[in-house]
């Protein structure tokens, strides 16, 4: 017979044999998501923790030192200290230890909304839903006022901020899938948490670029995708790759709103605070993030950290289709720059606000 083993629902903690312990988590959270579970997890194993908390204390309080597994059956909506609670889970881990654990995303939310309540009331209750449960938490002003009120619980996230919170707190996901109304998840610990950033949650964001000589500079911007979303960089790349233009391709992480904004430009106008504090010029090659900025071959990112970053990139002159074509344009461009600055601009600057204003060419 196999030996007695523990795992906590909140607060209190039961003893079950492993013989009905598959009965008791089935009947938890339901036949598939269970299923999904054992796919990518072994739950008798002695290092295999499960448990159903929204507290970071109960997993901190967890009686051994350290899991190969840590199975949370409790939806992340419900964790009050998110951050707080998922670096929890990764300091419990082994290095390469899985965590498996769901939520239920923005989408999922409004489409559960959406059929509890007849046309029109269902989208006034998604409405109000969204203001208070998404927007409340994130504002100094009216987040004590949402904790205060919910204790924490219910809130409405955006698949981007959850995904974008275990990378943040050290995980890599392996396995998503959506079940019963909820999207479950499996990530695998690849690192500490990251405790040295604070993401932003307003509508004009701070961006690390790679600027002159190397110096990371903050380009500004109008938010136009969801909260943790510079977390998500390297995901979307593995998931994606790069799309015509040098965008990642099928970027989730940008919202409806951001979509117009950026078609419109107005996006950008923000970066003219950097323009007026001398870290970028009018024109020149695009100020890169550190995950794009490795992209590129190790010759021309020496080149690019000789000069300042522009405004307006050679993009708009080449109007190359992939990676290999922006990294040829931008070497070309930066090239005449070294011998003629003042021609190579003016000459760039004329075949840009042409392709701009009377083609119409835009970056997608």
């Given at each position: 017979?196999?030996?007695?083993?523990?795992?906590?629902?909140?607060?209190?903690?039961?003893?079950?044999?492993?013989?009905?312990?598959?009965?008791?988590?089935?009947?938890?959270?339901?036949?598939?998501?269970?299923?999904?579970?054992?796919?990518?997890?072994?739950?008798?194993?002695?290092q295999t923790f499960i448990t159903s908390s929204t507290n970071h204390f109960n997993?901190?309080?967890?009686?051994?030192?350290?899991?190969?597994?840590?199975?949370?059956?409790?939806?992340?909506?419900?964790?009050?200290?998110?951050?707080?609670?998922?670096?929890?889970?990764?300091?419990?881990?082994?290095?390469?230890?899985?965590?498996?654990?769901?939520?239920?995303?923005?989408?999922?939310?409004?489409?559960?909304?959406?059929?509890k309540f007849v046309f029109p009331l269902n989208h006034i209750y998604c409405f109000?839903?969204?203001t208070f449960k998404r927007v409340f938490p994130k504002l100094p002003i009216t987040?004590?006022?949402?904790?205060?009120?919910?204790?924490?619980?219910?809130?409405?996230?955006?698949?981007?901020?959850?995904?974008?919170?275990?990378?943040?707190?050290?995980?890599?996901?392996?396995?998503?899938?959506?079940?019963?109304?909820?999207?479950?998840?499996?990530?695998?610990?690849?690192?500490?948490?990251?405790?040295?950033?604070?993401?932003?949650?307003?509508?004009?964001?701070?961006?690390?670029?790679?600027?002159?000589?190397?110096?990371?500079?903050?380009?500004?911007?109008?938010?136009?995708?969801?909260?943790?979303?510079?977390?998500?960089?390297?995901?979307?790349?593995?998931?994606?790759?790069?799309?015509?233009?040098?965008?990642?391709?099928?970027?989730?992480?940008?919202?409806?709103?951001?979509?117009?904004?950026?078609?419109?430009?107005?996006?950008?106008?923000?970066?003219?605070?950097?323009?007026?504090?001398?870290?970028?010029?009018?024109?020149?090659?695009?100020?890169?993030?550190?995950?794009?900025?490795?992209?590129?071959?190790?010759?021309?990112?020496?080149?690019?950290?000789?000069?300042?970053?522009?405004?307006?990139?050679?993009?708009?002159?080449?109007?190359?289709?992939?990676?290999?074509?922006?990294?040829?344009?931008?070497?070309?461009?930066?090239?005449?720059?070294?011998?003629?600055?003042?021609?190579?601009?003016?000459?760039?600057?004329?075949?840009?606000?042409?392709?701009?204003?009377?083609?119409?060419?835009?970056?997608?």
């Open positions: 017979m196999r030996p007695q083993r523990k795992f906590s629902f909140e607060k209190n903690v039961f003893v079950v044999n492993d013989s009905n312990k598959e009965s008791i988590v089935e009947e938890e959270i339901g036949k598939e998501p269970f299923s999904f579970i054992t796919e990518h997890a072994n739950v008798y194993h002695p997993i901190r309080s967890a009686s051994s030192e350290s899991y190969q597994t840590i199975i949370n059956l409790s939806r992340i909506n419900d964790v009050k200290q998110v951050n707080s609670f998922m670096s929890a889970v990764n300091e419990k881990l082994y290095d390469g230890g899985v965590f498996i654990g769901c939520a239920e995303t923005e989408k999922l939310r409004r489409k559960r909304l959406l059929n109000f839903d969204f987040r004590k006022i949402y904790f205060f009120v919910t204790g924490g619980r219910n809130r409405a996230m955006s698949k981007v901020e959850i995904f974008g919170r275990l990378y943040r707190s050290g995980f890599e996901i392996d396995y998503e899938k959506e079940i019963n109304s909820l999207h479950y998840f499996v990530v695998r610990k690849i690192k500490k948490p990251l405790y040295d950033t604070v993401p932003s949650h307003y509508p004009i964001i701070k961006l690390k670029r790679v600027g002159q000589y190397g110096n990371i500079i903050n380009v500004y911007k109008l938010r136009t995708m969801h909260s943790y979303s510079e977390y998500l960089q390297a995901y979307i790349y593995k998931m994606n790759n790069i799309d015509n233009g040098g965008k990642f391709k099928d970027d989730f992480r940008i919202s409806a709103l951001g979509k117009t904004l950026r078609k419109l430009w107005i996006d950008e106008l923000p970066m003219l605070l950097n323009l007026v504090k001398g870290e970028v010029k009018l024109f020149g090659v695009r100020p890169l993030s550190n995950q794009y900025y490795n992209l590129y071959s190790e010759e021309l990112k020496k080149e690019r950290i000789k000069y300042k970053p522009g405004l307006i990139p050679p993009y708009y002159v080449d109007l190359p289709k992939n990676l290999d074509e922006i990294m040829a344009s931008e070497k070309k461009y930066l090239e005449l720059y070294s011998k003629n600055p003042f021609k190579t601009n003016f000459k760039y600057m004329t075949i840009a606000l042409y392709n701009i204003i009377i083609r119409g060419k835009r970056s997608k």
